[in-house]
């Protein structure tokens, strides 16, 4: 028996089970094909805008987190407070730099009488210090002329602070002289007031005294002071608060 070469499926199928054999075609199977996918992204048209009232309204149903009707009526009496505060608690004048920031003490006859002098404490500890408006130096004739920090030992216009450490700080006492106020031919030794070290002299009074005369508590200050926290506690008690010593001079 001879072999039939391969040339066609029928041929084949012919060949291998004889002339008379039905003869079964099979077809190439088709692969299916992916389910149409709709771009949501894409979707425009009329029922675009639509779907966009829809999720406006539904946030709008949502219901939101709403604070308590009382903080609510707290939080608004503090603006309005801010905002529109009461006549009756507004000061007649608008508090100036240092009592805004100061807590003002006094100190009436230190040492001499009428040698009055303040100390304005910040809340970081720093004490400033100068002549108070009842100093006897401001009841002499004529204006001061001059201010001397040469003391006889030492020169207060000489130290020179540096760093964090304050180095080269001078430590002094209450009682020590710290500089000279000079008008027409008398001097007044002004005091340090307060135990601590001596951080910063007012080097613009050497040149301009007259600020004594214009503006003793501001820009006429005298010295900065460190005091420990230990030893402000100790004289705290010896100084005058702002009312009582203006209840004592009827000045401030």
């Given amino acids: 028996m001879t072999r039939c070469p391969p040339a066609s499926t029928a041929l084949r199928h012919h060949c291998r089970n004889g002339p008379g054999a039905p003869i079964r075609l099979s077809l190439p199977r088709r692969r299916a094909s992916a389910p149409h996918r709709i771009d949501h992204r894409r979707r425009s048209g009329p029922r675009a805008p639509l779907m966009a009232e829809e999720a406006a309204a539904s946030l709008e149903e949502q219901p939101l987190h709403k604070p308590s009707s009382l903080r609510e009526a707290a939080v608004d009496d503090e603006t309005r407070a801010l905002v529109v505060p009461d006549a009756a608690d507004l000061l007649p004048s608008p508090p100036s730099a240092v009592e805004a920031n100061f807590a003002r003490y006094f100190i009436a006859d230190f040492l001499n009488p009428g040698y009055d002098q303040y100390v304005y404490r910040h809340p970081n500890g720093l004490c400033v210090v100068g002549l108070a408006p009842a100093h006897v130096v401001f009841k002499e004739e004529g204006a001061i002329t001059a201010v001397d920090f040469n003391v006889g030992k030492s020169d207060r216009s000489e130290m020179k602070v540096t760093g964090k450490r304050k180095r080269n700080a001078q430590h002094l006492q209450e009682n020590s002289a710290l500089c000279k106020v000079c008008v027409n031919d ?36 005298i010295a900065i002071f460190q005091p420990k926290p230990a030893d402000w506690l100790k004289i705290k008690d010896k100084f005058l608060s702002y009312e009582d010593y203006k209840n004592l001079r009827g000045v401030c």
């Fill in 186 to 221: 008398k001097s007044f030794i002004v005091r340090c007031c307060v135990k601590g070290s001596l951080l910063e002299i007012n080097e613009r009074l050497i040149k301009q005294p007259d600020l004594l005369n214009t503006a003793a508590d501001r820009e006429g200050y």
